[in-house]
């Protein structure tokens, strides 16, 4: 009885060694993980506890690709086209019409030289923002055919993926 009285007090000191140790090695001001995580207020553990620290994370709900109704593709009308033609003609005349370049009066070269020379400079200055414009229309046609290409990619493709999951392929 004396023996296993002694061999149960030398297992509780190597315990305490052993926790000693870890507490000398542990740096100061180090805080526990698993305490850490914990909130305060609940100190119950069970099942949802340890999943909810060492599990998966909760699901995201990720929508569905937005699929038209056919009531909302139904073609303009003459009247609603020309409205919206309209309205793209003057947004499209607005941008092409801005200006970045400096006016030939805000130029002190343009002020110093004779007036034949500055008639020359100012058709050419003309001339450069015409072709700036133009350029800027060119631009504005070309994005106006690629949003419409994109979307009508983006049509196919979701009607592509619709068909897909209508046959039970992934």
Wanted: hydrophobic share 30%.
């Amino acid at each position: 009885m004396l023996e296993t009285r002694d061999t149960g007090l030398e297992e509780g000191a190597r315990s305490r060694d052993d926790c000693d140790m870890v507490r000398a090695l542990r740096p100061r001001n180090h805080p526990d993980v698993v305490k850490s995580t914990l909130s305060t207020r609940d100190l119950r553990f069970n099942e949802t506890t340890i999943d909810s620290i060492l599990g998966a994370p909760d699901k995201i709900y990720i929508p569905e690709r937005y699929m038209p109704d056919e009531d909302d593709e139904k073609e303009p009308t003459e009247e609603e086209r020309a409205q919206r033609e309209q309205k793209a003609e003057s947004i499209r005349k607005m941008l092409s019409e801005t200006q970045t370049t400096v006016t030939a009066t805000d130029n002190p070269e343009v002020k110093s030289e004779t007036s034949e020379t500055a008639a020359s400079s100012s058709s050419a200055f003309k001339a450069k923002i015409a072709a700036e414009k133009k350029e800027r229309e060119h631009l504005l046609a070309l994005n106006q055919i690629l949003a419409r290409q994109v979307m009508e990619k983006s049509r196919v493709v979701a009607g592509i993926v619709s068909i897909d999951k209508d046959f039970g392929i992934s």
